[in-house]
């Protein structure tokens, strides 16, 4: 069992930067990481992935602005999130999939304003 506790989040002004942590309280070196996020009245949509071996991708819609990356000794997971826009604004959680093995953290609550 993997416990994944989100950070970072909170209220910034529309063009500004928030760094999101994701502490998991094992290792992760072997799991896919990922930043999802939901929106009120919407569905849960992945915002960025990155494997064990560090390869990434991101949804369209933050392609540039945002970065994710890893430390896998300190087995934790960032999201750079820069340039932030009011459509940014969701709970983030954070993911670890391996296998079978799925684990999701509680979410932390990002909030831009225009």
């Known amino acids: 069992q993997v416990q994944l506790v989100e950070s970072g989040g909170g209220l910034v002004q529309a063009g500004g930067s928030l760094r999101l942590s994701c502490a998991a309280s094992?290792?992760?070196?072997?799991?896919?990481m990922g930043w999802y996020r939901q929106a009120p009245g919407k569905q849960r949509e992945l915002v960025a992935r990155?494997?064990?071996?560090?390869?990434?991708n991101y949804a369209d819609s933050v392609k540039g602005r945002f970065i994710i990356s890893r430390d896998n000794v300190k087995n934790t997971v960032y999201l750079q999130m820069n340039s932030l826009k009011p459509e940014d604004t969701a709970v983030y959680y954070c993911?670890?999939?391996?296998?079978?093995?799925?684990?999701w953290g509680q979410g932390t609550q990002v909030t831009v304003s225009s």
């Open positions: 094992g290792r992760i070196f072997s799991f896919t």
């Open positions: 993911n670890a999939l391996l296998s079978v093995y799925d684990y």
């Open positions: 990155i494997t064990g071996g560090g390869t990434t």
